[in-house]
């Protein structure tokens, strides 16, 4: 699993290449958790469209990251989903949560 990390003022967007399971939900976490304290980051947007896989160490992360971000006042989305990863988080509920938008601009206007 690789990260890719773009900044657009106050707003961290990853983008995942790979797989997010078990294996790397450990060092993902923490890598993620460092570049947001480290820039002070309030709002957060994961690109999905390079993740081929994720288990539930993966959704983990994701809600993780979430209620760190939500204890800032900030907000958390997804964009480019592919379809099996957009099954795990409707399953998931993650949408409750979570909001989906189909690419950087839809997400970056609505934070």
Same mark, same amino acid.
């Not at 967007?13 to 947001?36: C, M, P, Q, S, Y």
């Not at 980051?41 to 539930?56: A, Y």
């Not at 939500?70 to 907000?75: A, M, Q, V």
């Given at each position: 699993?690789? #990260?890719?990390? %773009?900044?657009?003022?106050? !707003? #961290?967007?990853?983008?995942?290449?790979? %797989?997010?399971?078990?294996?790397? &939900? %450990?060092?993902?976490? *923490?890598?993620?958790?460092? *570049?947001? /304290?480290?820039?002070?980051?309030?709002? #957060?947007?994961?690109?999905? /469209? =390079?993740?081929?896989?994720?288990? /539930? /160490?993966?959704? =983990?992360?994701? !809600?993780?990251?979430?209620?760190?971000?939500?204890? $800032? =006042?900030?907000?958390?989305?997804?964009?480019?989903?592919?379809?099996? !990863?957009?099954?795990?988080?409707?399953? &998931? =509920? $993650?949408?409750?949560? !979570? @909001?989906?938008?189909?690419?950087? @601009? %839809? &997400?970056?206007?609505?934070?």
């Amino acid at each position: 699993m690789q #990260l890719q990390y %773009e900044m657009v003022d106050n !707003i #961290l967007i990853v983008k995942f290449d790979g %797989e997010l399971d078990h294996h790397v &939900a %450990e060092n993902i976490r *923490t890598d993620l958790d460092d *570049t947001i /304290s480290q820039h002070r980051i309030k709002n #957060l947007v994961f690109d999905l /469209s =390079g993740m081929g896989f994720m288990d /539930s /160490s993966g959704i =983990g992360v994701i !809600i993780g990251r979430y209620k760190n971000i939500s204890k $800032l =006042g900030g907000k958390v989305s997804v964009i480019h989903v592919t379809d099996q !990863i957009d099954k795990i988080f409707s399953l &998931a =509920g $993650l949408y409750n949560i !979570i @909001s989906k938008h189909n690419n950087k @601009s %839809e &997400a970056l206007n609505c934070m």
